[in-house]
């Protein structure tokens, strides 16, 4: 198998798992959250910085590299790995979200989904079998098969043949996998915040036999109260021998309480795009670098921080630069933000490793500022 997982230990406190995922790139410590890097760059940061900061694997995306610069010639330029110079592991998903999420521009019916690009409003056609070619093209270490994303809210004869639809997809993408030998295609679990859906859906991907298997269609627009019981109805449905992915959840609480209810892997763009505004996650929870109190600050931002940032410079001159619309201001928040989320699993591993994982949860919640579930 291109990918493996190996469970090294589970917390006696929660159940939360600590393991080590196996790729072609590299040996991944779980539970691990991925920046994303839509583009083939995560927005700002060099590929030696997210090494610095200890950045196991990262995110691209199918359908924005399929528009631009296309799938032909990331091949042709040796697979996103050499094109972007990243020697550690990567993950692509399928498009799917994207698509969906263009609700205005597409149509779905039971071979894909036609849509206009959003960059030029030409018509496009994505399958199964298309988000396979391009994902087989791009090289990732780990790819997603192709599902559709319910909205939230939406009625459940609206979620049941969407999710239907979604396992037969997920059986095309299994046909059309050309890679299998250096590529893990995962399957995605759906059916909305309906418990029946969710297991459902698990058990017809799990007697699949996929690699390892993504939670999608959550972080969409619920509370997380219900993001919670949707896993809690899932996780136990899915095999422990293999990894299993949470989709575009990035918040530090979700982190934790994903950790907390068995998820290996997270990714989300939240810690880069509210870097771009000046919002900077810190042990002491959210610092709007923005604000005018900080024009005189000389601290850190972050006083239990080491990351680059931290360590070279205050508060009062991120603001300045934040401010003038400086470029280094927004690499240095997205520095900070990412190597915060990136410590944090570390610190989840090591309360895995002494079973204390539910303490751990209490304590950071207290100093973060979190009590009713919300960190961001």
Known sequence: MAVRYELIKTCKQTGARLGKLHTPHGTIDTPVFMPVGTLATVKTMAPEELKEMDAQIILANTYHLFLRPGHELVKEAGGLHSFMNWDRAILTDSGGFQVFSLSNLRQIDEEGVAFRSHL???????????????????????????????????????????????????????????????????????????????????????????????????????????????????????????????????????????????????????????????????????????????ARDFTPLDHNCDCYTCRNYSRAYIRHLIKSEEILGVRLTTYHNLHFLINLMKQVRQAIMEDRLRDFRDEFFASYGIHDGRGF
């Open 120 to 294: 030029s409003g030409e018509k496009l056609f994505l399958s199964p079998e298309k988000a396979i070619e391009i994902q087989n093209a791009l090289g990732a270490d780990i790819i997603m098969a192709f599902d559709e994303c319910a909205p939230y809210p939406a009625e459940h004869d609206y979620v049941k043949p969407s999710m239907e639809r979604t396992t037969r997809w997920a059986e095309r993408c299994l046909k059309a996998h050309e890679r299998s030998h250096d590529q893990a295609l995962f399957g995605i679990v759906q059916g909305g915040m309906y418990k029946d859906l969710r297991q459902q859906s698990a058990k017809d991907l799990v007697s699949l036999n996929f690699p390892g298997y993504a939670i999608g269609g959550l972080s969409v627009g619920e509370p997380h109260h219900l993001m919670y019981e949707v896993l809690e109805d899932t996780v136990p449905f899915l095999p422990s021998t293999k990894p299993r992915y949470l989709m575009g959840v990035g918040s530090p609480d979700a982190l934790v309480e994903g950790a907390m209810r068995g998820i290996d892997m997270f990714d989300c763009v939240l810690p880069t795009r509210i870097a771009r505004n000046g919002t900077c996650m810190t042990s002491h929870g959210r610092l709007v670098i923005r604000n005018a109190k900080y």
